[in-house]
């Protein structure tokens, strides 16, 4: 959502998060989704680069099998804004059983509390870089 408010079009969707791990490649069999990924609420599913340059790196946001990704995306990124509730979906997750009837009841984040998950993970990262930096500096001085 915080993508398509920008003034600027989404130019692509790249499924490949690592140089080891390309979501697009997810290939599942049989009644328990053989050869799934598993994904971490904090585990990027694909990195979307916008006409102005920027990039934004898009999460799972929950645990659970990555059954598919919506490969469209590829040849077609503009799905993402102009169909975004239907054909622009970005991936399908099924959460952990155990954690099915949680995320259910609980509901999930509407799009001022995901902006805000997103400010304070951010502002989180940001202190363990500078953490890690006074500490690498802090070894080079002593």
């Known amino acids: ?5 920008q003034s600027t079009a989404i130019q692509n969707v790249n499924f490949k998060v690592s140089d ?18 598993f994904v971490t609420a904090n585990s990027k599913s694909a ?21 598919e990704v919506n490969s469209q995306l590829k040849s077609t990124p503009q799905l993402m804004t102009q169909y975004c509730e239907s054909d622009g979906y970005l991936a399908i ?18 799009e001022e509390q995901y902006v805000e998950h997103i400010k304070l993970r ?21």
């Open 1 to 5: 959502a915080v993508v398509s408010t």
């Open 20 to 37: 080891t791990i390309d979501r697009s490649e997810v290939t599942i069999s049989g009644k328990k989704k053989r050869g799934a990924q």
């Open 93 to 110: 997750i099924a959460p952990k059983k155990e954690e099915e009837k949680k995320i259910l009841s609980d509901g999930m984040l509407t």
């Open 47 to 67: 990195v979307v680069t916008c006409s102005d340059g920027a990039e934004y790196s898009l999460y799972a946001c929950i645990r659970g099998k990555l059954l």
């Open 122 to 142: 951010n502002s989180k990262k940001h202190e363990l870089c500078d953490s890690v930096e006074s500490e690498a500096k802090r070894q080079c001085d002593g």
